[in-house]
């Protein structure tokens, strides 16, 4: 375990967007799905809800560019960190906490935004590489950093102690059989999961309760998760995430790919209709959850579906 290090303060830049316009259905069989698309979108992807309904995110534009994003009320707010070639929006808890990845360079940062302030959050002796990917009611941070070891590893923030997260096979071995953490997630009760990748290069999801793990993984699963795969835990205990299944062709767009919804030991798939790729991103304690899907212009886009895991 390490302390917090000095926190770099940064200036807060936020640009309010248009309101947006109505949702555009997905065509959901059930729930109808909505769309989210920022202004000047090419790509977006949704990546957590808060249990009002914020959303935050990422989204391209034509010029390639990467900036984060907050839709609240029917109104997005680009979240660019100032000098940052490129911002990511992961995660927002209830009380309107924001955490992500920016780029200065080569190098990637973690991120708090809180009250208006950026805040650097990188790992102590980080090897270029700190993301914060998810933020729960108390403030406790979940993300992953890459070693010196060249490997990623999950850590997590509370009280100004860090603590680093290896996957444990369960003989108890630390870290034995896997190249490393790809995604981290926690909930109020403590429960962390995340997706680890074992000496194969095969990704599985896990989950990691008063010290035990299990590895949580669709039965019909070739993969669950993937390089820098994001998944949510709710206060309940479901988990969210993506999967390719045993048999999985590529589509046009070259990508696979299917949501999940695991609740109470059971899966279930999540696809948007007519979308060649789906994974589910974020979960809030009512069930609303957010993902992204490819269309058939092999373009991405956010949605959200309410009410989807109840």
Do not use: W
């Not at 993984?217 to 999967?243: F, R």
């Amino acid at each position: 375990m390490r302390k917090l290090s000095t926190l770099t303060m940064l200036a807060m830049t936020l640009t309010a967007a248009t309101l947006m316009g109505p949702f555009v259905s997905a065509r959901s069989t059930e729930d109808p799905l909505m769309t989210i698309d920022p202004p000047g979108s090419v790509d977006t992807r949704p990546f957590g809800i808060s249990p009002s309904g914020n959303i935050v995110g990422l989204y391209i534009t034509a010029d390639g560019n990467t900036h984060g994003f907050l839709l609240s009320a029917g109104e997005y707010t680009t979240i660019d960190v100032p000098g940052a070639i490129r911002t990511n929006s992961l995660a927002i808890n209830a009380r309107g906490d924001i955490v992500g990845r920016y780029d200065i360079g080569t190098v990637a940062h973690g991120y708090l935004l809180r009250d208006g302030v950026f805040t650097t959050i990188d790992f102590a002796g980080a090897a270029g590489f700190s993301v914060l990917t998810d933020i729960d009611p108390a403030g406790r941070v979940a993300g992953r950093y890459r070693g010196s070891d060249g490997k990623f590893h999950g850590f997590l923030l509370a009280d100004g102690i860090f603590t680093t997260f290896d996957h444990f096979d369960p003989s108890g071995n630390p870290d034995m059989g896997t190249q490393g953490i790809q995604g981290m997630a926690i909930n109020p009760s403590g429960t962390i999961a995340g997706y680890y990748q074992d000496l194969s290069g095969t990704f599985h999801a896990f989950l990691l309760d008063q010290g035990i793990y299990t590895t949580v993984d669709p039965p019909d699963a070739k993969a669950t998760g993937g390089a820098g795969g994001v998944l949510k835990i709710a206060p309940n205990g479901t988990v969210v995430g993506s999967y390719t299944r045993v048999g999985d062709l590529p589509a046009p767009c070259g990508c696979a790919g299917h949501g999940f919804i695991y609740r109470n030991e059971t899966f279930n798939s999540f696809d948007v209709p007519g979308a060649q790729a789906t994974s589910v991103t974020g979960i809030n304690p009512r069930g609303d959850v957010v993902g992204i899907y490819t269309d058939q212009s092999n373009r991405r886009h956010g949605f959200l579906a309410p009410l989807a895991a109840k």
